[in-house]
């Protein structure tokens, strides 16, 4: 019953749009700092390993890492998504969304890890082009080619990225009502 302002609307969404703000720079974060990990020690190691056995033992073990490290990256993608729709949908304060979606996540993370990792993997063609663009240029003789790989990636993260969000926050949404039913 009271007009609706700027101000009041603000205030309203200002403290949640910092939380998902906080939210999103500690994924980043941590992915980061969990994904930078393995590979810099293995690449420092090549320093010390020169030529022969051991320098083949540790250009397998850094392809393995970057695998690794993908499935790393959804397995933490699958605890703390979760931390989104309690704050938005639930309406829950920060740190008990915190608490409640990595505890979400855990639970259910068999079929979330699922739910991440098969549409990621779609990512796959484009992160393949994107590391032969220089090829791809040579090859064609057309220096759009980057444009188009670009533009492709955008494209694709844009939908597969979507599509997640939008699977998990079913999900979740699913997952809560039969939990009240």
């Given at each position: ?40 020690f ?69 079929r979330?890890?699922?739910?991440f990792?098969?549409p ?12 032969k ?26 939908l ?14 699913r ?7």
């Amino acid at each position: 019953g009271h007009p609706l302002t700027f101000g009041a609307a603000w205030k309203k969404v200002g403290k949640r749009l910092f939380s998902l703000i906080l939210v999103s720079l500690f994924i980043v974060f941590l992915l980061g700092f969990v994904s930078g990990r393995e590979v810099s020690f293995l690449q420092s190691g090549f320093e010390f390993a020169g030529k022969g056995l051991l320098h083949n033992a540790l250009e397998i073990l850094l392809k393995l890492f970057h695998y690794l490290n993908f499935l790393v990256a959804v397995a933490i993608q699958t605890f703390v998504l979760f931390i989104f729709p309690f704050l938005v949908l639930e309406n829950k304060k920060f740190f008990r969304a915190f608490g409640e979606g990595i505890g979400f996540g855990g639970k259910n993370f068999g079929r979330v890890f699922l739910l991440f990792l098969v549409p990621t993997l779609c990512y796959g063609p484009i992160w393949f082009l994107k590391g032969k663009v220089a090829f791809l240029v040579q090859a064609t003789r057309y220096p759009e080619v980057i444009l188009w790989v670009l533009g492709m990636g955008i494209v694709a993260t844009l939908l597969i990225d979507t599509f997640i969000a939008v699977s998990a926050t079913l999900f979740f949404v699913r997952t809560r009502h039969e939990k009240s039913v």
